[in-house]
């Protein structure tokens, strides 16, 4: 069973930046970040892989030092609607997947809240 242990959520003015940090227990294929607003399904941000360590969707940047078994989300740029609870997720079996069923370690989750 891996461990994922997420850290960086805070309150944020928007247009301001801030990064997430997953840390493993240990080395996973895929590691990736949800996220999810109250009411809503949890949403899929992107994932990165040993063999594609970083990803750039607009304003954010995912990128993994596996060193440190550790992933990152850089996100820039932020506005209200990035308000929610940031997950971090890891799997060994299918990469890049949007279906949480694919995904088989979870973390805690991190609120990351961006005011106007």
């Known amino acids: 069973q891996v461990q994922l242990v997420e850290s960086g959520g805070e309150s944020v003015q928007a247009g301001g930046s801030l990064e997430l940090s997953c840390r493993a227990s240990?080395?996973?294929?895929?590691m990736g970040w949800f996220r999810q607003v109250p009411g809503k399904e949890r949403e899929f941000v992107g994932a990165v892989t040993q063999r594609d360590p970083a990803s750039v969707r607009g304003r954010f940047t995912i990128s993994r030092d596996d060193t440190q078994n550790t992933v990152y989300l850089q996100m820039n740029d932020l506005k209200p609607e990035d308000t929610a609870v940031y997950y971090c997720?890891?799997?060994?079996?299918?990469?890049?997947?949007?279906?949480?069923?694919?995904?088989?370690?979870w973390g805690q989750g991190t609120q990351v809240t961006v005011s106007s």
């Open positions: 997720a890891a799997t060994n079996g299918v990469v890049f997947s949007s279906r949480l069923a694919d995904w088989h370690f």
């Open positions: 240990s080395f996973v294929l895929v």
